[in-house]
């Protein structure tokens, strides 16, 4: 399944992964003091948003996702031994709040209490309808998938991740990480099938 290029937006810029992008995580901010929480809210925050979005695909949540990815650094950047690290910390933080947030969503979907209105999906504005009708289409098929693989598959496929860094991300091994995007690959194949 490949990622529709109408798969963007300007707040944050998604991008297909090999196109121009912002810094990855790991490169990020090596000039950022951590003692500064300022600076690195300012310096992360464009970064954080771009992953929450992705693995939300719900622009009305990322304000309050990111919002919380900086009070649990706030906590705890104290306690972070390497600099370097800054990035990958708050994108594991990013990473495991939007898991969270993507279970409460799909138990309230279950339970018929919410649902992702097509509006909020992360489009590009340029996007022609036929564009924004193929992203809104990979988001429902996503909502069907467990979130683990859900989260699994847009770090592979949209953010571009690499395998060793998804083990970092997602708190798994590297076979966890690997059984995820094949168990999603072929969900989603199935239903391109059906």
Known sequence: MSVPRAFAT??????????????????????????DFDQVFRRY?????????????NDSEVDDLVQDVFLEAH?????LREVGALGGWLARICVRRATRRLRRRRLLA???????????????LAASPEERAEVARLYRKLDRLPVPE??????RH?????????????????????????SAEARLQQEVMS
Do not use: I
């Open 45 to 57: 925050s464009p970064y954080v948003a771009r992953v929450a979005l992705r693995l939300l695909g």
């Open 150 to 155: 859900r989260v699994a598959w847009l770090l």
């Open 110 to 124: 279950l339970l018929s209490l919410d649902t992702v209105a097509e509006r909020e999906l992360p489009f590009d």
């Open 75 to 79: 906590r705890g950047l104290a306690r």
């Open 158 to 182: 949209v953010e571009g991740e690499s395998l060793e860094d998804m083990v970092a991300l997602c708190s798994c091994s590297k076979s966890t990480v690997q059984r995820r995007l094949r």
């Open 10 to 35: 300007s707040r944050p810029a998604l991008r297909l992964v090999g196109a121009t992008s912002p810094e990855p995580a790991a490169t990020v901010g090596r000039d950022v003091d951590p003692r």
